[in-house]
């Protein structure tokens, strides 16, 4: 990934964030990265353990952001999860859940579409 795509991910990465956190989420993690994926935010929502893959395209062609977690997307995040558990016993018996944050447009009117529980590990 160039610098520019990465800087340009970060930047929607901290737009999450910030939306998450107005809600009442706590951060615990960003951009942890696992031989088999990589997890963008860590959050945490009461007792729940909140994984947050996000996802931005300027437009909802081609069917959009969120619809491009799709199930290979969603077993690496799952997989990726299972490894930062593994890292923190402290979380491991905690209840954990999976958000999307999609994001759509220009960076001066974003559309942010926070899709909580978007799937389950199974």
């Not at 340009?8 to 964030?17: F, K, N």
């Not at 729940?48 to 619809?67: D, K």
Request: charged content about 30%; glycine content about 8%.
């Amino acid at each position: 990934m160039t610098s520019d795509r990465r800087a340009a991910g970060d930047g929607w990465e901290l737009a999450a964030r910030k939306h998450l956190e107005a809600a009442g989420l706590r951060l615990l993690a960003a951009n942890q990265n696992y031989r088999v994926g990589e997890i963008d935010l860590v959050m945490r929502d009461g007792e729940i353990v909140v994984f947050v893959e996000v996802r931005y395209r300027r437009s909802a062609g081609l069917g959009g952001s969120a619809p491009s977690v799709d199930a290979n997307k969603q077993r690496k995040l799952v997989l990726a999860a299972q490894c930062f558990l593994a890292e923190h016993a402290d979380l491991a018996r905690r209840a954990c859940r999976f958000d999307v944050v999609a994001i759509e447009g220009n960076a001066s009117a974003p559309r942010v579409d926070w899709i909580r529980d978007a799937f389950d590990a199974s």
